[in-house]
């Protein structure tokens, strides 16, 4: 799996997660919740990735307000940042009510230290959850998989052998005797070069030959029309 593209991909998820107005976008927006709460992540890296986006509409932004005004104007990009989550973060297994605003800041709540692991937000971060499910699928789903493939493997071997073996009864022109049977006609070098001259056969005869092209009838009549 490509960690690079996951990583992309949350983080322009994350960036669109406020476009709620745009038509398709509000998909965006319960997608990332619902991969937030199911695989109990936050973020792209951890909780502080949100921080850094503004992930509430400005539908819903009171621009009379002087507190918004600040935020806005806090940063060059006049975008309004918070450090603060989505509700889809919250931990529901945290014994303290979810704190999703003023994470950062200590005095806020009471009894609250936002580098203590008793933090009430998931701390694992979405592209980490899902590179661990992923690989965890592919380690408990291979072994079936390789084992099937070996199964059908095998298969065609024996029924291989079992034909070239009938093969051979019938040109000694004994059915019930005994005759041998083998995989390849040849060892498998010359096999092998069998199979690179086929190929390249295949690729020759679907080539066009331009001179042949142009001498054919239907390019004598495109010309004899064009004149």
């Known amino acids: 799996m490509d960690v690079e593209v996951l990583r ?8 669109f997660y406020k476009d ?3 038509p398709g976008r509000c998909f965006q927006k319960e997608t990332i919740d619902r991969l937030q709460m199911e695989f109990r992540c936050c973020g792209n890296n951890n909780f502080k ?5 503004q992930w509430v509409s400005n ?9 918004v005004k600040d935020r806005i104007r806090s940063n060059v990009d006049n975008r309004y940042l918070l450090d603060g989550v989505p509700f889809s ?23 609250y230290d936002y580098h203590s692991e008793e933090l009430n937000l998931y701390g694992r971060g979405c592209r980490q959850a899902l590179t661990d499910y992923y690989m965890h699928l592919m380690n408990s789903t291979g072994p ?15 029924l291989r052998y079992l034909q070239t073996a009938v093969e051979t009864a019938m040109l000694l022109e004994d059915p019930e005797g005994d005759s041998e ?12 070069e069998d199979f690179k001259i086929n190929v390249l056969t295949l690729l020759k005869f679907g080539q066009v030959d331009p001179d042949a092209a142009e001498g054919s009838p239907e390019a004598a009549g495109a ?3 064009a004149s």
């Not at 992309?8 to 960036?15: A, Q, S």
């Not at 999703?100 to 009471?110: G, I």
């Not at 079936?144 to 493939?149: A, F, R």
Request: glycine letters at 6%.
């Open 8 to 15: 992309v991909g949350l983080r322009n998820g994350i960036r």
């Open 20 to 22: 709620t107005d745009v």
């Open 49 to 53: 990735d949100w921080f850094e986006v």
């Open 59 to 67: 539908r819903y932004l009171n621009f009379t307000s002087k507190d």
């Open 89 to 111: 973060c919250c931990n529901p297994t945290s014994p303290r009510p979810c704190m999703r605003y003023h994470l950062t800041d200590n005095h806020a709540h009471f009894n």
């Open 144 to 158: 079936g998989v390789l084992s099937v493939i070996l199964v059908q493997l095998s298969v065609l071997l024996s």
């Open 181 to 192: 049977g083998f995989l390849l006609e040849k060892s498998v070098k010359e096999t092998m």
């Open 223 to 225: 010309e004899k029309e």
